[in-house]
Nanobody, 113 residues
């Protein structure tokens, strides 16, 4: 199974983007899953997570601006990013659990000032 993140791009500060995470297997269910990001020269960090039971958690730096969600029947995962800031610039990765954890390939988000 492969996960693929998409939806990144170049946006001005204050703008919005919606990231998507899709699985190569149609039956893959996004149970526990999360979005991570890694900026140049920095370690990968957790941005937002959504548990199988529906509990969400966010990094303090994105609270109130980002929203994590799942698709119907737990197909697909999303990250709505609003009020983007230059410090949000990073490669964003999704990670989901379906039996075991899987990492997705990243998508680059660049926020210009």
């Amino acid at each position: 199974v492969q996960l693929q993140a998409s939806g990144g791009g170049l946006v001005q500060a204050g703008g919005s983007l919606r990231l998507s995470c899709a699985a190569s297997r149609r039956t893959f269910a996004f149970n526990d899953f999360g979005w991570y990001r890694q900026a140049p020269g920095q370690e990968r960090e957790l941005v937002a997570s959504l548990s199988s039971g529906g509990d969400s958690n966010y990094a303090d730096s994105v609270k109130g601006r980002f929203t994590i969600s799942r698709g119907n029947a737990r197909r697909g995962g999303y990250l709505q990013m609003n009020s983007l800031k230059p410090e949000d610039t990073a490669i964003y990765y999704c990670r989901a659990r379906w039996g075991q954890w899987y990492w997705g390939q990243g998508t680059l988000v660049t926020v210009s000032s």
